[in-house]
């Protein structure tokens, strides 16, 4: 059974950092890519980054790119967002996703980021 459990969610003040990971279970996890999304309040899913199964590769949407990192530990079966510099925007659930060639298969629960002061 494939299961995706995120972590590291919370509330931060702007400009503060948190790292979401993501354990992965029940799936060869180095042959998939693995995508972070977010949903913020009232507003439609948003894909955020993806980093392919070897984590030697990886893309993010421009408004994160050089504030968030996408990276794996294979040994773990885990996939982390690091997030810095956290802009009031960002707030959002935040999931955890594996991407096989014809979209999203599984997804995580999600895992709640609060950006506020």
């Known amino acids: 059974e494939v299961q995706l459990v995120e972590s590291g969610g919370g509330l931060v003040q702007p400009g503060g950092s948190l790292r979401l990971a993501c354990a992965a279970s029940g799936f060869n996890f180095a042959s998939y890519a693995m995508s972070w999304v977010r949903q913020a309040p009232g507003k439609g899913l948003e894909w955020v980054s993806t980093?392919?199964?070897?984590?030697?590769?990886?893309r993010s949407v421009d408004s994160v790119k050089d504030r968030f990192t996408i990276s794996t530990d294979n040994a773990k079966n885990t996939v982390y967002l690091q997030m810095n510099s956290l802009k009031s925007e960002d707030t959002a659930v935040y999931y955890c996703a594996k991407l096989t060639t014809v979209g999203y298969d599984y997804w995580g629960q999600g895992t709640q980021v609060t950006v506020s002061s």
């Open positions: 980093v392919n199964g070897q984590g030697s590769a990886t």
